[in-house]
């Protein structure tokens, strides 16, 4: 596991309230960061 993973993991861990209150705006602003990437992949949702 690379150490941006870990460090993303631990954000993640940290700030779990933050997250929870409000997950279906932290959701689409992951999947619009996923689909930035230029590595083409798709990427498919329900």
Request: hydrophobic content about 35%; proline content about 0%.
């Amino acid at each position: 596991m690379s150490e941006n993973r870990l460090t993303g993991l631990c954000m993640f861990s940290v700030h779990r309230k933050k997250i929870d209150c409000d997950k279906t705006q932290f959701i689409k602003k992951v999947t619009n960061k996923f689909a930035q990437d230029r590595r083409k992949l798709k990427l498919n949702f329900e």
